[in-house]
DNA sequence: AGCTAACCGAGACGGTACGTCAAGTCTTCGG
DNA sequence: CCGAAGACTTGACGTACCGTCTCGGTTAGCT
C-alpha cells in the first residue's frame, strides 16, 4: 500500500495538455519544459518525476491526443476504406497533433534511440493495421500480389508525411481520394 | 575592388567540409559549433562572420555538399528517367547528406525562418525541375492530363523522404524502379 | 516564507573564497571566471545568478575578505590611534586583499559606475570614520582647526595607496609611525 | 640608407592624438584599438608596426602629452616650489592625461612587466627631480635631516594621486599650498 | 626608367574570455 | 510521500576585443 500523498491525476492530464497545447501551436518558440510547467501550473521535477525527458512528455502528449482518430476499415471497397482513413490522417496532420509529430521527427534525428521509441511506439501499430488492410486487398485479388506492400504503403502515406515534414504545402481533405487514385491506379495514360 | 584581406575561401571550404564531415557522420550528439571551428582548423568568429548561426552553416554545408548529385534527364523513357534521377536522390539520401537533410528538417521543425529558407534554397529548385519533367510527359501524352501534379510528385518522392525521416526501413537502389511503377501504373490488378 | 531550494550559502561562500584566493595571488593574467567557478566547485551560472559579472563577484570577495581588518581606535593618543590603524591597512594592503583594491580601481578606470560603486561601498564607510576621528582631535584641541580634513587624510592614506598602486616601493609595518608623524608634525626643521 | 618608402610621421602623430583624446576624454566605453585606428584614419597594422600594444600605444601617449608640464624649480622658497610644482601635477591629472595615467595604472594592475615600464619611464625621472629639489631642501637646512624622503614625497603626492586613482574629490589648484603646508608644517596645533 | 623594399588602409583571421540559455537534477517547504 | 518553487550542474551558444596576417596599392632609394 503506497504512503504518503497519492498522485495528482489532474496535474500529469495538465502537463500533457499543456505541451499538446504549447508544442502543438507551433509558433516559433519551440515551447521550453519550464513554458510546459508554468502553462501546466505544475513544477518541473513533477514533469521529470514522471518522464524521462522533454522528449518523452512530447511523445506522450502525442500518443495521448492522437488515439482514436484514425480508422482504417474493411469493407469491401479499398479505395473507400483507404481514402478515409487518409482524410483522417489528414485532419490530423493539420491539427496540433501534426506539430508533435514533427517535434518527434526533429528529437529523432539527434537521438537513435527516440527514433526507435517513436517508430516502435507510435509508427509500428499503425503500419501493421495499414499493412494488414492491403494485405487484404491483395488476398482479394483487388491489387496486384507481385508488389512491395512496404514501398506501396509508403507512396500512399508519402505525400501526407512529406508535406507535414518539409511543409511545402498544405494536406487537404480533397486531396486524400486522389492520392489514393495516384497509388492504385497510376498515373500514367 | 574589394579592399582589404581577402575572404580565405579555403577556410570557408574546410568550414562546409568539416560540417559536412561531422554532421554526416550521424555519430550521437550533432557537433557542435566549436568541434567545426576545431575541425576545421579556424576560430569561431570565423564562421560566425559569414553564416549567422549554427544552423546556416549547416544548411550551406548541405547545399554545396548535394549540388550535381541527382541528375533529373529528359529521354523518351519516363520511367527511365524518373528511376535513375530516384537512384542518386537515395544514394544522396544515405550518404552523409541524409543526416544533413535530417538536421535541417529537425532545424526547421523549431524555427519557421529556417523551414522557409529551406524550401527555397534546397527544396524548389529542385522540386520545379521534377515537375517540369513530369510536364513534358503530361504534353507528350504519357501521362493522363487530369492529375494533381504536385500530388503526384509526393508519391514520388514520399517513400524515400519518408524512409529518411521516420527509418523504419532503408531505401536502395533496387526500390527506384518500384516506386516509380507504383506510381506510373498503379497497384491495382 | 521564501519557497523552493534555499541559496546554497556554502557554494556563495565558496565563490567569493575561491575569487579571493586566485584573485590575491596575483599570478599573471587575472583569474577567468571559469577559473573561479572550477575552484569554487560550481557552475558559471550559479556566479551569474548572483553577481551580475565578474567585477561585482571581485568586489564582494574584496568586501567580505577584509572587513574588521583595520580598527581605528579612539584613545587621547592621536599618533598612536592612526599609527595602530595605518599598520593596519598597511597589512591588508600588503595581503591579497591589496591585488583585489588594485584589481578594482582597475576595474573603475573603465567603467565609471564600477567607479562610483566603489567609492559608495568600500571607500565611503572607512573615510567617514576616519574623518570623524580626525574630527575628534580637532575638537579636543590637537590638531588645527583650520585645516581642510579631506586633503589631509589623503595626505594620510595616500602614501600606502600610492605604493599600492604604482608599487614603486612596498609599504612596511614600520612605516605607519612616520608617515603618522609627517602629517601630523610636519617635516619642516 | 633605408630603402622603401618612409614611414608616415603623420600617421605615427595622428595615433597619439586619437588615442590622448579617446582616452583622454575618458567616457565609459575604454576606447578599442579599433576606435583608435578609426580616429586616427590609420589602420590596425600601422599601430602595431609601431607599438607592441595597445598599452604601449597608451604609454606613449601619455609621455608625449604630458613633457613640459610640471616644472619645478629650485629658489629659495621650498613651499612656493612645490606648491607651483603641484599646481602643475593637478592641471594634469585634471587633463586628459589624467586618464591616460589611471589607464597605465590599469594595466599593471594585471601586467607586471607593463608596472615596471611604467614605473621606470614615467615615474623614476619625476621622482628623481622631486627627491634632488626635497634633497636640496634638507641640505639647507629648511627640512629636517632625520625624515623618510621617500615616505615624505609620497605624502606629498600621495593626495592628488589618491583622488586621481579612487575619485572620490576632485583636485584643484587651491588646494596645492594646503597639500604644501600638510605636509612641511603638519597639521598639528 | 624600372626594380624592389618598406610603407599604407582595409579588413579577415586565430585565439581567449565573457555572459546567456536551456535541459535535467537536487533541495527545501508545505500539504 | 507528493507537489510547488526555485537553486543547482552541465554544456553549448553567440559576442567582444586583442594582436596577426594578407590583400591591393603607394612611395621611396638603388641599379
Known sequence: MPRGRTRDEAAHRRILEATYELIGSGDASHAKVDDIAKAAGVAKQTIYRWWPSRTAVIFDALLEGTVQATPLGSSDDLREDFT?????????FNSPTGQLIR??????????????????????????????RLQEAIDAGQVRDDIDIELALDALYGPVWLRLTVGHKRSTQQQAATIVSNIIDGIAR
Chains 1, 2, 3, 4 share one sequence.
Request: aromatic share 8%; no cysteine.
Open 84 to 92: 478515409t482513413h487518409l482524410q483522417g490522417v489528414i485532419r490530423v
Open 103 to 132: 517535434e518527434m521527427l526533429a528529437a529523432s534525428a539527434h537521438d537513435p534511440q527516440t527514433a526507435e521509441e517513436f517508430r516502435q511506439r507510435f509508427w509500428a501499430p499503425r503500419r501493421a493495421r495499414s499493412k494488414a
